[in-house]
C-alpha cells in the first residue's frame, strides 16, 4: 500500500505559479506511473498530468506549456510546476500512483490540496 500526501496548494492570482509536491510512504522507483488530477466542485476529476517510470509525461490540452510533472525516485517524490495559473485551474489536485500488478493496476491517492486562483 502506497500512502501519498499532497502540499504546496494554496491561493494564486491568476498569472501566478504554485509548485505542488506528492511525499509517497515508500519507494516509487518501481511504480509505473505517477500522475495528478484534479477536481472541480460539480466537476469530474478530470487528469492534470502523468509521468511513468522511464520518464514519459503526458499532459491535457489544458495544462500543456503551463503544467511541467517531474519525479524524484530518489526522494520519492512527485512535483507539479504550474505557471500562468488561471481561475478555471481552481480544484483539489490529487497525488496518483498507478501501480501494475498480475491482475491489472492499482490506484493509489492521496487526500488532495486545495489550489485557488483568485484576484
Known amino acids: 500500500q502506497v500512502q501519498l500526501v499532497e502540499s504546496g496548494g494554496g491561493l494564486v492570482q491568476p498569472g501566478g505559479s504554485l509548485r505542488l509536491s506528492c511525499a509517497a510512504s515508500?519507494?516509487?522507483?518501481?511504480?509505473?506511473?505517477m500522475g495528478w488530477y484534479r477536481q472541480a466542485p460539480g466537476k469530474q476529476r478530470e487528469l492534470v498530468a502523468t509521468?511513468?517510470?522511464?520518464?514519459?509525461?503526458n499532459y491535457p490540452d489544458s495544462a500543456k506549456g503551463r503544467f511541467t510533472i517531474s519525479r524524484d525516485n530518489a526522494k520519492n517524490m512527485v512535483y507539479l510546476q504550474m505557471n500562468s495559473l488561471k481561475p478555471e485551474d481552481t480544484a483539489v489536485y490529487y497525488c496518483?500512483?498507478?501501480?501494475?500488478?498480475?491482475?491489472?493496476?492499482?490506484?493509489?491517492w492521496g487526500q488532495g490540496t486545495q489550489v485557488t486562483v483568485s484576484s
Open positions: 515508500q519507494s516509487i522507483f518501481s511504480i509505473y506511473r
Open positions: 496518483n500512483a498507478m501501480n501494475l500488478v498480475a491482475s491489472g493496476y492499482t490506484n493509489y
Open positions: 509521468i511513468t517510470n522511464n520518464g514519459r509525461t
